[in-house]
């Protein structure tokens, strides 16, 4: 069966929370499914123009937390409501505090956030970049240090329903199963 480029699809697509303040301190969140990590220590956000976006070009800063199973409810809200309008924060009854390295909101019910300077945005294309200064995980979410993603059950957005799904079990070694074949 053959779909128009309308309906074709990409995965995955992350599901990523994107915190600022704006000019008067307020904290705002928004939900956004394109991105990506565009190099080491870089994200890279592929956005409309939004109440967001306009907090970003005056602070230069943002914080960006990976939704999760638990947070399936208060993500999905952060995208269907428009901060110009309501206090997304207040309305989801969340939890904020100031991150420690940018002018940018942790909301604290997201388990890992990274912490990010405005690297650049473009107005015609959208595109946000950030160079991530730090990262903020929850001990539960860790094993040896590490964020875990079992124990951490990020989503992902499946634009082909329209539905949020965990990202499943390991299935492979990167850099190892693939010298199986090396001659």
Not at 78 to 88: D, I, L, P, S, Y
Not at 138 to 146: A, R, W
Not at 154 to 173: A, N
């Amino acid at each position: 069966m053959e779909f128009d480029a309308k309906h074709s699809i990409i995965t995955p697509e992350g599901v990523f929370i994107i915190g600022t303040y704006d000019e008067n301190g307020v904290p705002n969140a928004m939900n956004a499914a394109w991105g990506q990590q565009s190099d080491y220590g870089e994200i890279t956000l592929f956005l409309a123009k939004h109440k967001t976006t306009d907090n970003v070009k005056k602070t230069k800063a943002f914080t960006v937390a990976f939704a999760t199973k638990d947070t399936v409810v208060i993500s999905d809200y952060f995208g269907v409501e428009t901060g110009n309008k309501v206090n997304k924060i207040e309305q989801a009854g969340v939890h904020v505090h100031k991150a420690p390295h940018v002018n940018a909101p942790i909301i604290e019910e997201y388990p890992v956030t990274l912490e990010c300077e405005m690297k650049s945005w473009d107005d015609e294309t959208g595109i946000l970049v950030g160079k991530i200064v730090a990262m903020q995980a929850d001990e539960k979410v860790l094993t040896d240090g590490h964020v875990d993603l079992d124990k951490l059950q990020p989503i992902i957005f499946d634009i082909s329903t329209s539905t949020y799904r965990t990202i499943g079990p390991v299935v492979g070694q990167a850099f190892h199963d693939g010298l199986a074949l090396k001659k």
